[in-house]
């Protein structure tokens, strides 16, 4: 079984950064392809990034240069680093791990952008 605990969030102002994190409890996280996804109030959850097990990553569109996802397998740790941050960024952002058909997601971590 594998528990996705998210962290990092907060206020930020248009044009700050921060940074996620994701701890993963298991014995496969090495194995699992991981990534974050994020829901804006009223909308459909959608897809942020995604980094596999052997280290290749993806990005939206609509985070392509100011965001990356990273990972470190030895502390079982995923991370987002979220620049150049605008007021269409704020949503819940929700780490993922998944292996073949089996999804995990943990509880979300609340970003604002706002002046």
């Known amino acids: 079984q594998v528990q996705l605990v998210e962290s990092g969030g907060g206020f930020m102002e248009p044009g700050g950064s921060l940074r996620l994190s994701c701890a993963a409890s298991?014995?496969?996280?090495?194995?699992?392809?991981m990534g974050w996804y994020r829901q804006a109030p009223g909308k459909e959850r959608e897809w942020v990034a995604s980094m596999f097990s052997g280290g290749r990553t993806n990005y939206a569109d609509s985070v392509k240069g100011r965001f990356t996802i990273s990972r470190d397998n030895a502390k079982k740790l995923v991370y987002l680093q979220m620049n150049n941050l605008k007021p269409e960024d704020t949503a819940v952002y929700y780490c993922?791990?998944?292996?073949?058909?089996?999804?995990?997601w943990g509880q979300g971590t609340q970003v604002t952008v706002s002046s």
């Open positions: 993922n791990g998944w292996i073949g058909q089996i999804n995990y």
């Open positions: 298991g014995s496969i996280f090495r194995a699992l392809d």
